[in-house]
């Protein structure tokens, strides 16, 4: 599945084009726990880059990086 995502971002900062969308809230809140838990991820460039764009978002840090409990 995360493949699709990572073609997807192959030409474009976000997963609908140029603009942040409500997309990114509702996978940010998936890759971010992906992220959490220390399992092994394949090489996927664009999804790594797009989650560092999102990180540095403070929408982003308040209301998706949460602890996971």
């Not at 030409?11 to 092994?40: C, K, M, N, Q």
């Amino acid at each position: 599945a995360w493949t699709i995502v990572e073609d997807e971002l192959e030409d474009r900062p976000y997963l609908a084009g140029s603009e942040l969308t409500l997309a990114e809230i509702a996978l940010g809140t998936l890759v971010y726990r992906w992220h959490a838990f220390p399992i092994e991820r394949p090489p996927l460039k664009n999804l790594k880059s797009w989650y560092e764009r999102m990180r540095q978002r403070p929408g982003f840090k308040t209301h998706i990086e949460i602890p996971i409990t």
